[in-house]
């Protein structure tokens, strides 16, 4: 008989075809989905052509790319890369090839478009594909060469991962949301806390979690060192698939008596609104403690938080109310749809109303690209996942993470702040 | 191989944007990705390392982004090879993929001071500090990856498994 196994050991299990795994085997898996984006595909597609033997991909129809970084081209160098992605997408004939107006951040765009689903297996030229394991999928983020040696066998090679299992207790408070969970799980067990190894999120609070804060738990897993972050799957995923219309995929559940690393419980009662303050994501305050920090840039979206419920909460905040005058408030949907849907909702208007930029998607500033670059003693609050040394831009700059409750807030305030220090809006 | 250089000693949680910063993501040259190696935490970095130096570091080397670049920048600063209490898993795989010698050794690194000279045997994971005389030994990689590495790294395994599918259909 099979051992019992986590959630990610049963995935990992059925598509290594073997009955089970354990912790430590080094296993060859089939993939389902192998994505890149400007930066990792160049890089990529030049290993590729090294292969002897693979002129063709194994599958274009299990391959993504999405331009996001740098784009809307930002400068000549990033121009260059784009096209070489684009002329090779056309090449190899890869249809879920997003262009920029079509796309936008590549963990916001594959959900939405039912590319990824329950128990497949997702690599990514980018950190941040642990995403996907919000739907209950094993992902996990890889280098260019790996990218490349998966577009010719459709395969890869890993160590499985040991599974650590979050529970989440109790019940949320008020401006608490999804940010504010997995920056205090980081805060708790540090930046390497669970290197090489699985989170399992789990317990009530997370059951009632939307997609979109699983998405953002699941994204800020590697900021813990894990190699992927996962979520069981209910009725809440089921509904997710439906509705952006993903068929076929295959339900896996962790067995009752797995063998878990460890077990880590967080009382959601006593999280209040989270700040990361520089230079790691592990280094959590409440927000009311920050209040002296001054802001002068606010950028709200990415990967991590430009999902359509994360703008309702930075709208929610800043309606009837105006940016200060110190501050720059960026905000950027995280695709074409999200940002589309903002303008529906009457969105876009409040944020241009507040005194906000209203940026097409891309991932811009986060990665100190363009679209809102720090210079030197200026300090953003930001729904991003990396306050690393000089991310935004600047060596001397500064990034403070949390949700988009705090960074609308402290957008207004002009320091950091949480929704409950503001006054009364302005009614309309 | 027997790398021999001075050891360039950093803390804990080095991460991809610090040896690599995404303004310079748009490279791929090494050589000009070399030139910002480590820029933001070391700016002396690039100017005091002499080709064949190593890096010695605390836990979690390597934390962050998926950026291939930052192997790559590395090498193309002329690093022989990094010794770290543990490294970051995508930037490990990167390592290999490209080239970069990595070996964990926490005892090493407790062991080695900021601008001593090392050697290191990178086929037996044998690190000497030949200012103060002491050995470590780094911990062996798991027999797949020393197969792969022998083998001529990830391409070449790949080509071995278009091989082997090829004569499966066949």
């Known amino acids: 008989m099979a051992r019992a196994m986590t959630l990610t050991e049963k995935i990992l299990a059925a598509h290594a075809g073997r009955a089970d795994v354990s912790p ?16 990792s595909a160049a890089v990529a597609i030049t290993e590729f052509r090294k292969i002897k033997g693979a002129t063709k991909v194994w599958d274009p129809d299990k391959i993504a790319l999405v331009p996001s970084h740098f784009t809307p081209n930002k400068d000549i160098a990033t ?6 992605m684009r002329d090779f997408a ?8 997003f262009e920029v107006g079509r796309g936008g951040i590549e963990h916001v765009v594959l959900p939405e478009n039912g590319m990824v689903g329950p128990g497949e297996t997702i690599i990514g030229g980018d950190s941040h594909t642990t995403t996907y394991g919000g739907l209950g999928a094993f992902a996990t983020g890889v280098g260019s060469t790996d990218i490349a040696a998966a577009w010719a066998i459709g395969e890869m090679w890993l160590r499985v991962p040991p599974t650590t299992k979050i529970i989440y207790e109790g019940s949320l408070r008020p401006y608490v949301a999804a940010k504010d969970l997995i920056l205090a799980t980081i805060g708790r067990i540090g930046v390497d806390g669970a290197i090489y190894g699985a989170l399992e999120f789990t317990g009530p609070v997370v059951k009632e979690l939307p997609i979109s804060g699983r998405f953002t738990m699941a994204n800020m897993s590697i900021e813990a060192g894990a190699k ?48 990361a303050i520089p230079w790691l994501p592990e280094n959590t305050k409440n927000a009311s403690q920050l209040n002296d920090i001054e802001v002068h840039q606010a950028v709200i979206g990415t990967c991590t938080n430009g999902r359509i419920e994360d703008m309702r909460q930075a709208a929610e905040i800043l309606k009837g109310r105006k940016v200060h005058p110190r501050v720059r408030a960026i905000v950027i949907p995280g695709s074409q749809k999200v940002y589309l849907q903002c303008i529906k909702e ?12 209203v940026s097409t998607p891309t991932c811009g500033p986060c990665v100190g690209g363009h679209m809102g670059v720090l210079t030197e003693g200026e300090r953003c609050i930001s729904t991003t996942n990396r306050n690393f040394r000089g991310r935004m831009g600047h060596v001397k700059s500064e990034v403070y993470l949390t949700g988009p409750y705090v960074a609308a807030a402290s957008a207004v305030a002009g320091h950091i702040a949480g929704p409950e220090q503001l006054g009364k809006p302005v009614a309309a | 191989m027997i790398l021999k250089g001075t050891a360039h000693k ?45 890096i010695v570091a605390d836990t979690n080397f390597g934390c962050g982004s998926s950026r291939e670049v930052a192997a790559v920048a590395l090498k193309g600063a002329g690093v022989a090879g990094v010794v770290a209490k543990s490294f970051a898993r995508i930037f490990y795989r990167n390592c290999i993929n490209t080239g970069l010698p990595i070996f964990e050794c926490p005892d090493g690194v ?38 792969l590495i022998a083998g001529g790294g990830l391409l070449a395994y790949v080509e071995k498994r278009l091989q082997e599918k090829a004569a499966q259909r066949a």
């Open chain 1, 24 to 39: 430590g085997d080094i296993i060859s898996i089939e993939l389902d989905l192998v994505m890149a984006n400007e930066l």
């Open chain 1, 79 to 84: 121009a260059t890369l784009s096209k070489m």
């Open chain 1, 90 to 97: 056309e090449e190899q004939r890869i249809k879920n090839y």
């Open chain 1, 228 to 275: 992927n972050g996962i979520f069981p799957v209910d009725a809440t995923t089921e509904a997710y698939c439906a509705a952006v219309g993903k068929k076929n995929y295959t339900v896996y559940h962790a067995d009752k008596d797995a063998a878990y690393a460890g077990e880590v419980v967080i009382d959601c009662t006593q999280i209040e609104p989270q700040v």
């Open chain 1, 346 to 357: 009457g969105l876009t208007e409040i944020f241009i109303e507040a005194g906000c930029v």
């Open chain 2, 10 to 54: 950093y803390g804990k949680n080095v991460d991809t944007d610090v040896i690599i910063p995404g303004r310079y993501c748009n490279l791929i040259d090494p050589v000009e990705l070399g030139k910002h190696a480590l820029e933001d935490l070391d700016a002396g970095f690039v100017k005091k390392a002499k080709p064949g130096d190593l």
């Open chain 2, 110 to 147: 407790d062991g080695i001071n900021d601008g001593d000279t090392i050697t290191v045997d990178a086929a037996n994971g044998l690190i000497r500090n030949e200012t103060t005389g002491k050995e470590f030994r780094a911990t062996q990689f798991p027999k797949f990856m020393q197969d």
